[in-house]
């Protein structure tokens, strides 16, 4: 029977190192004999503080209590002297501050699950009302985000190794025991699951438990390949509408906690195109807020091509964050979303915290040529011109959704390009974007299956004319411009180039650190225009390494105290 779903458990597999290691180190530190505290901890079997704190009977602060006396009551029958600032507690504190979440496993939990198995934590675990309980619920948020199931025996009033757990999480997972692989560091805790028809693993070192793990499940875990992030799916995900003024909605997707970042998408897109950095962000402690562009999807699409201005575009989007009542944020922009960071960072910078753009580069408003003018010179941006005529550019657009983008949104990788590459030059000499390109072209590597699908069903439902309506404001988006040509970006700023991205050269950056001082760049060379799916786990990095070295947030100053 093939195997379909993987069970992991938690301390000492998924976190580590688990509790018997700083149980010891709290003995080195206090000078106590080896194992003192586990005898005091399992004293009891059934009724032993640990078993009642994992059924859930008793708290972990009720547990300390317990430990607490039981280590006196140990010591003095033992004739051995506790420290006077002897405490349980500090061997979970010690956890809480040193342990790490296995970063390899979890990887291997994605790619399983992107393989079609089921992954669900087992795990015992206690109910935290300590003092350090946000740790704990944090470790847990995060581990909801990226497995199917996480079951606590806390709320079963059942342990590991009692085999009703383990019937418990087979039908959770509607799952035979042939088709499930159990991970465990404690021997005890899989001889049920293996006399249950398990297929089971004891976690000693990681390299040899995904070996085992790619063995059983057949699923290739080893491979040098960067690996995907977990993605939000839209039906999983917390989504809100902010109405701007009567007539006009903002659609948005939400996760995490802490300093916000809201993050801006480009042409043709939706707010899934961050579908990857999405949970990585809220992983690092942010709360992300993507939003879904004016003229895209469930936001409003106004009909007046002057909605889509860059003035008004942010103009929305200041008014976007005060009806959430957000002072100010960080903002990550991509293709034309990075046009609308930069511009909010010039024209509203009290609102910005820091500013990242994605493959759209800053250039100050130039006065000596007129804009259209010099957009002509630029033989990749003849689409542009094409997209000015209403109504021609969302005919062939929207003559078959899922067609268009096919064609536009391929990664640069040579097993995902068309017969012959996507070119910008010569469009309306042409006759269209997509002219010559097959009727149904092959999937797209960075966008298929349920995404794709998404995708399609924003653009029934919105059309093209909003999007393109974004590039039908040349001139009034020149002329803003022109009004601060003079000003620099003075804040925290990243400018992340892509090497192959034929439209946004890299080269088309160069200088920009005469107008924004504090710029740091960063590269990704093997890289198209689709950055944020074309390479997810390389930008996620970056985007969380520039994001955890900005200046601490400033505490909010007390303007009302009503």
């Known amino acids: 029977m093939a195997r379909r779903a993987v069970l992991f458990d938690l301390g000492g597999v998924l976190?580590?190192?688990?509790?018997?290691?700083?149980?010891?180190?709290?003995?080195?530190?206090?000078?106590?004999?080896?194992?003192?505290?586990?005898?005091?901890?399992?004293?009891?079997?059934?009724?032993?503080?640990?078993?009642?704190?994992?059924?859930?009977?008793?708290?972990?602060?009720?547990?300390?209590?317990?430990?607490?006396?039981?280590?006196?009551?140990?010591?003095s029958a033992s004739g051995i002297a506790l420290p006077p600032t002897f405490s349980i507690a500090r061997a979970f504190e010690e956890m809480a501050a040193k342990g790490t979440v296995n970063a390899p496993l979890l990887r291997a939990a994605r790619v399983l699950r992107r393989n079609g198995f089921k992954t669900c934590v087992l795990t015992n675990n206690w109910v935290d009302d300590s003092a350090g309980r946000l740790f704990t619920a944090t470790l847990m948020n995060l581990l909801r985000r990226h497995f199917d199931l996480v079951i606590e025996s806390c709320r079963l009033g059942t342990q590991k190794p009692d085999p009703e757990i383990y019937a418990y999480a087979l039908d959770a997972l509607r799952a035979k025991p042939q088709e499930v692989i159990l991970l465990d560091d404690i021997g005890e805790n899989l001889k049920p699951a293996r006399e249950m028809g398990m297929a089971t693993i004891l976690v000693r070192d990681t390299e040899t438990v995904l070996k085992e793990l790619e063995e059983l499940s057949g699923v290739q875990l080893l491979t040098q390949e960067e690996p995907l992030p977990t993605a939000c799916d839209p039906s999983d995900v917390t989504h809100g509408y902010v109405p701007i003024r009567p007539g006009v909605q903002l659609h948005f997707v939400e996760m995490g906690h802490g300093p916000v970042v809201c993050l801006c998408h480009g042409f043709p897109e939706s707010w899934l195109s961050w579908r990857y950095q999405i949970p990585a962000l809220a992983d690092a402690g942010f709360r992300v807020i993507a939003l879904e562009m004016k003229g895209y999807g469930e936001s409003t699409a106004p009909p007046d091509v002057k909605e889509y201005s860059q003035e008004q575009i942010c103009k929305d989007l200041a008014v976007f964050l005060d009806k959430l009542g957000i002072p100010q944020t960080v903002l990550v922009g991509h293709d034309w979303g990075g046009a609308v960071v930069w511009n909010m960072a010039l024209f509203y910078p009290e609102r910005v915290r820091a500013v990242a753009s994605l493959n759209t580069p800053y250039r100050p408003a130039d006065p000596a040529v007129d804009i259209v003018e010099k957009m002509?010179?630029?033989?990749?941006?003849?689409?542009?011109?094409?997209?000015?005529?209403?109504?021609?550019?969302?005919?062939?657009?929207?003559?078959?959704?899922?067609?268009?983008?096919?064609?536009?949104?391929?990664?640069?990788?040579?097993?995902?390009?068309?017969?012959?590459?996507?070119?910008?030059?010569?469009?309306?000499?042409?006759g269209g974007l997509l002219v010559g390109f097959p009727e149904n072209p092959p999937a797209s590597q960075i966008l298929h299956g349920p995404e794709l699908q998404y995708y399609i069903q924003r653009f029934q439902k919105s059309g093209f004319s909003g999007p393109l309506n974004w590039y039908r404001n040349m001139r009034p988006n020149w002329r803003w411009a022109l009004s601060a040509k003079d000003r620099k970006i003075t804040m925290p700023a990243l400018m992340v180039t892509a090497g192959k991205d034929v439209v946004l050269h890299p080269s088309m950056s160069k200088g920009m650190e005469e107008w924004i001082p504090q710029l740091r760049r960063e590269h990704i060379e093997e890289c198209g225009h689709w950055t944020q799916m074309e390479r997810p786990a390389a930008l996620n990095g970056i985007l969380v390494a520039w994001l955890e070295g900005l200046p601490p947030d400033t505490p909010l100053p007390k303007v009302s105290r009503l």
Request: hydrophobic share 35%.
């Open 15 to 75: 976190f580590g190192p688990g509790l018997q290691h700083f149980l010891g180190s709290c003995e080195r530190d206090c000078a106590l004999p080896r194992n003192f505290l586990g005898k005091v901890l399992f004293a009891g079997g059934s009724a032993s503080p640990y078993a009642k704190a994992m059924r859930g009977q008793i708290t972990l602060s009720q547990l300390f209590s317990e430990m607490e006396e039981g280590c006196r009551q140990h010591a």
């Open 376 to 430: 002509k010179t630029y033989p990749t941006f003849d689409y542009q011109f094409y997209f000015q005529e209403p109504g021609v550019a969302e005919a062939e657009l929207e003559k078959d959704i899922g067609r268009t983008l096919k064609v536009l949104i391929r990664s640069t990788r040579r097993e995902d390009r068309l017969p012959f590459a996507l070119n910008f030059h010569g469009v309306r000499e042409r």
